[in-house]
């Protein structure tokens, strides 16, 4: 048998089937490493072990009685530390919500649950979402189990930690910004940010009404389809989230012969000069595509400084609407980062946000036209590998240095992993996009692209 740590959702259930593991046992061992691991790494805020025992009791004696919930049944999780977990602490990793006991399980975590999934805890994240890999919170800031001076990307970075450590085989997060995906890249696993509106955000404490995701975080693609599959779906209850036909998560083995991939060339090769070993990776991507039959077209999309200028002006008007009444009484209780950014959001006009919106729809239709000639875009997503964590220049200049902030805007579905390695050890990574509700054809290219990638199996030393 594997090693538990690093067995994926489909192994984990044949070794539950074949009674050569028991939800008990992988709970307990996955602990141990986390007690030898995480003091280095810090991807959680606040481990459940006694529930997630008491749980991984119920799932073993479910499945001993042939009572299989289905793919996610006992299989362990992470939870970022913005979504509410019933009686645990939603913190957000702020002074501010010190003490803040969730009531009720987030609808994500509902239907995981529902599924048989065993939290695991709460994990590490920027505060609100926003603030940085800062030093000054109630709790000391994730690092890269890649290199443990450098950061994991952010915001939902405990979950991007853990997953790469070993520690967790499915996380969730948030992504507001490329707060999936930043870890994604950082720590070389699979993060998805689905389709706006495909899955419920109720439970989750909001940074931008008009953009926020929640998405599944994995470290492979087939482990991030089993998620969605259970996570995706409409809820009346969240105002963003949309009525339909959910897709299937399927054809993950279907390889890309004859798809369509658009190679946006332009974001890292002239919007933004990119690193060039994230340079290389890229074209290495497109080569391992085009090699199993994929066709790869240079398309260009509007300039990035389009895309983030943006979002930014949306994401932090409507942070500031949430914000504002503790920023004006509280100010001192937020980290320096955090304060700052949240801040930017009291001067930005009315008219200004209006016309953010307005530019947002002809972006929109400048992605969705590209979309009449391709199936997927293939594009970067961080422009450097992560830098070390306690330089603030560093992390302001590499922290915009990305392509994941177009999406968030348009609301189409990307997904981020591991391109590489860089010479000083450190993940590159690739960033697929989709039209709406096309989910499941990343998953298909990410899965593909596994199949043939030279880093596969590759693993942080510290995690080994």
Same mark, same amino acid.
């Given at each position: 048998m594997s090693d538990p740590a690093w067995m994926g959702v489909a192994e984990i259930g044949k070794a539950y089937a074949d009674k050569t593991l028991s939800p008990v046992e992988l709970v307990q061992a996955l602990f141990a490493r986390i007690d030898r691991l995480?003091?280095?790494?810090?991807?959680?805020?606040?481990?459940?072990?006694?529930?997630?025992?008491?749980?991984a009791r119920q799932a073993e004696a479910e499945i001993m009685a042939g009572r299989s919930?289905?793919? =996610? #049944?006992?299989?362990? @999780?992470?939870?970022?530390?913005?979504?509410?977990? !019933?009686? =645990?602490?939603?913190?957000? #990793?702020?002074?501010?919500?010190?003490?803040?006991?969730?009531?009720?399980?987030?609808?994500?975590? $509902?239907?995981? %649950?529902?599924?048989?999934?065993?939290? *695991?805890?709460? =994990?590490?994240?920027?505060?609100?979402a926003i603030g940085g890999p800062s030093f000054d919170l109630p709790s000391p800031p994730a690092r890269n189990p890649?290199?443990? $001076? #450098? #950061?994991?990307?952010?915001?939902?970075?405990?979950?991007?930690?853990?997953? !790469?450590?070993? *520690?967790?085989?499915?996380?969730?997060?948030?992504?507001?910004?490329?707060? @999936?995906?930043n870890p994604a890249s950082a720590c070389g696993i699979v993060g998805l940010?689905?389709?706006?509106?495909? @899955?419920?955000? %109720?439970?989750?404490?909001? =940074?931008?009404?008009? *953009?926020d995701h929640v998405g599944p975080m994995a470290r492979t693609a087939a482990d991030a389809a089993a998620m969605l599959a259970i996570i995706a779906g409409y809820d009346p209850a969240d105002p963003g989230s949309v009525a339909g036909p959910v897709q299937p998560v399927t054809g993950l083995d279907r390889g890309v012969k004859g798809l369509r991939v658009g190679y946006v060339r332009s974001f890292h090769e002239s919007d933004m000069i990119a690193d060039p070993e994230v340079a290389a990776g890229l074209d290495?991507?497109?080569?391992?595509?085009?090699?199993?039959? !994929?066709?790869?077209?240079?398309?260009?999309?509007?300039h990035l400084r389009e895309f983030i200028a943006v979002n930014r002006t949306i994401q932090y008007c409507e942070a500031f609407a949430i914000h504002g009444k503790w920023l004006r009484e509280r100010p001192g209780d937020y980290a320096t980062a955090t304060r700052q950014r949240l801040m930017t959001g009291a001067f930005i006009g009315g008219a200004d946000y209006v016309q953010a919106q307005r530019h947002r729809l002809a972006l929109i239709t400048a992605v969705n036209t590209v979309f009449q000639d391709v199936d997927v875009l293939l594009c970067a997503s961080a422009m450097d590998p992560a830098c070390v964590i306690d330089d603030q220049d560093a992390i302001g200049h590499t922290f915009s240095r990305q392509a994941r902030m177009p999406f968030n805007v348009t609301g189409h579905p990307a997904l981020a992993m591991m391109s590489g390695l860089s010479q000083s050890g450190l993940p590159l990574s690739v960033q697929f996009v989709g039209p709406a509700y096309a989910d499941a054809r990343l998953l298909q290219v990410a899965a593909a692209y596994e199949q043939i990638a030279p880093w596969r199996d590759m693993r942080p030393s510290l995690a080994a």
């Open positions: 995480d003091p280095q790494i810090n991807a959680f805020i606040l481990p459940d072990r006694e529930a997630a025992l008491a749980a919930r289905g793919p =996610l #049944h006992g299989i362990p @999780v992470g939870v970022k530390d913005i979504i509410d977990v !019933a009686g =645990l602490p939603t913190t957000c #990793h702020s002074k501010i919500l010190a003490g803040n006991i969730a009531a009720a399980d987030a609808h994500v975590v $509902a239907l995981l %649950r529902r599924a048989g999934a065993i939290v *695991m805890g709460k =994990l590490s994240t920027w505060e609100f890649w290199n443990p $001076a #450098h #950061h994991p990307g952010g915001s939902s970075s405990g979950s991007g930690a853990g997953l !790469a450590a070993g *520690m967790f085989p499915l996380a969730l997060g948030t992504d507001t910004g490329g707060s @999936v995906r940010k689905p389709t706006y509106g495909l @899955v419920s955000r %109720r439970g989750v404490f909001p =940074l931008s009404f008009t *953009m290495g991507v497109a080569a391992a595509l085009a090699g199993q039959g !994929a066709d790869i077209r240079t398309v260009t999309l509007p």
